[in-house]
T-cell receptor, first 113, second 113 residues
């Protein structure tokens, strides 16, 4: 069985500050891991994904995440927050490749001017 | 990538009625999924829409309540039957070619009075 835990349902950062959104997963096999972003009244957009290979993955809009097997974590970071980053972020895991994806409960990011 | 459209984008319905949501993709895809996102919550997989055969439902979801059709590789419908206020949610269609990540439609925002 697979599961995802996102720590912090709401995170606030100042504009220009580091963004860190935490995600821990559980999977019985090497997982595929994803971060999606959802802007208000819109569908989900893929930020980045980890499948195999390099454990540090870079995504769109300056975001990156590092797969740490020993910690079962896949935290999302961005060095400098921008107002346009305000959205809800979902971490997701799959033990069946790109199928049967399980989503975390989401973290709403607020960026303070 | 894939461009996905959903109809309707939103609707307000009366208790006891049914609503059919359409999902159209701009190219052939391997798999299509239907998710529910209840207010303030994460995404929950309802079912996998199988072309030419019955959909595969997740635990807690049944065909009588959420009948699904997928007549070809680019189109699927989800019907929410005998609606109650608890069915008020955003319903999202997603697709994958199995060799890439899931792409999501913009969602259908349903309110049941």
């Amino acid at each position: 069985a697979q599961s995802v835990t996102q720590l912090g349902s709401h995170v606030s950062v100042s504009e220009g500050a580091l963004v860190l959104l935490r995600c821990n997963y559980s999977s019985s096999v090497p997982p595929y891991l994803f971060w999606y972003v959802q802007y208000p009244n819109q569908g989900l957009q893929l930020l980045l994904k980890y499948t195999t290979g390099a454990t540090l993955v870079k995504g769109i809009n300056g975001f990156e995440a590092e797969f740490k097997k020993s910690e079962t974590s896949f935290h999302l970071t961005k060095p400098s927050a921008h107002m346009s980053d305000a959205a809800e972020y979902f971490c997701a895991v799959s033990d069946q490749g790109y199928q049967k994806v399980t989503f975390g409960t989401g973290t709403k990011l607020q960026v303070i001017p | 990538s894939a461009v996905i459209s959903q109809k309707p984008s939103r609707d307000i319905c009366q208790r006891g009625t049914s609503l059919t949501i359409q999902c159209q993709v701009d190219s052939q895809v391997t798999m299509m999924f239907w998710y529910r996102q209840q207010p303030g919550q994460s995404l929950t997989l309802i079912a996998t829409a199988n072309q030419g055969s019955e959909a595969t439902y997740e635990s807690g979801f049944v065909i009588d309540k959420f009948p699904i059709s997928r007549p070809n590789l680019t189109f699927s419908t989800l019907t929410v039957s005998n609606m109650s206020p608890e069915d008020s949610s955003i319903y999202l269609c997603s697709v994958t070619r199995a060799t890439d990540e899931q792409f999501f439609g913009p969602g259908t925002r349903l309110t049941v009075l």
